[in-house]
Antibody, heavy 113, light 106 residues
Framework: EVQLVESGGGLIQPGGSLRLSCAASGFTVSSNYMSWVRQAPGKGLEWISFISTSSSKYYADSVRGRFTISRDNAKNSLYLQMNSLRDEDTAVYYC???????WGQGTLVTVSS | EIVLTQSPATLSLSPGERATLSCRSSQSVSSFLAWYQQRPGQAPRLLIYDASNRATGIPARFSGSGSGTDFTLTISSLEPEDFAVYYCQQRSNWPLTFGGGTKVDI
């Protein structure tokens, strides 16, 4: 089955760090453009980061300098390293790929003291 | 940053009715616009890409049109499973952006 599965979410204090993972099966992360999208509780979708097949990376202004997207081809996984977390980073984080056809189920990140 | 404005915010309709959703861009995105459906508790699902191309597996009752700054998603005859939130997304410029969404409810 072709799927993406996110993990790594949880409760973290403001200023803390967290790394999200997105494990792919039946699908090759390195051969696809991949993105992270988040959704704050009760709010709309917000694109936050993208990595191309040639490893070009793009970020939303809201996370640039704090978040880093990466992938591990051997593990067929995508990652999002999140540093200096703020209350407003609280959201469900989705990974997406395969020209936006394929989405994970999301992982909840809650930033709160 | 390109701002996408969706209207209306909420569309109250009945099964079998036609739904017309609008997405307006603050500057031209050519045809680099996509539409997604999101049901409660689920991840978004791609419906339309490049303004008017139905994604694989999407029923023919969904259609997209427009170019430049004005786009429309039409659902010709609403099925019960179509009551959801719909988002447009532009892929013309960085940063990629989504509209605020239109909720289609009964």
């Amino acid at each position: 089955e072709v799927q993406l599965v996110e993990s790594g979410g949880g409760l973290i204090q403001p200023g803390g760090s967290l790394r999200l993972s997105c494990a792919a099966s039946g699908f090759t992360v390195s051969s696809n453009y991949m993105s992270w999208v988040r959704q704050a509780p009760g709010k709309g979708l917000e694109w936050i980061s993208f990595i191309s097949t040639s490893s070009s990376k793009y970020y939303a202004d809201s996370v640039r300098g704090r978040f880093t997207i990466s992938r591990d081809n051997a593990k067929n996984s995508l990652y999002l390293q999140m540093n200096s977390l703020r209350d407003e980073d609280t959201a469900v984080y989705y990974c997406a790929g395969s020209d936006w056809y394929l989405w994970g189920q999301g992982t909840l990140v809650t930033v709160s003291s | 940053e390109i701002v996408l404005t969706q209207s209306p915010a909420t569309l109250s309709l009945s099964p079998g009715e036609r739904a017309t959703l609008s997405c307006r861009s603050s500057q031209s995105v050519s045809s680099f616009l996509a539409w997604y459906q999101q049901r409660p508790g689920q991840a978004p699902r791609l419906l339309i890409y490049d303004a008017s191309n139905r994604a694989t597996g999407i029923p023919a009752r969904f259609s997209g049109s427009g170019s430049g700054t004005d786009f429309t998603l039409t659902i010709s005859s609403l099925e019960p499973e179509d009551f959801a939130v719909y988002y447009c997304q532009q892929r013309s410029n960085w940063p990629l952006t989504f509209g605020g969404g239109t909720k289609v409810d009964i």
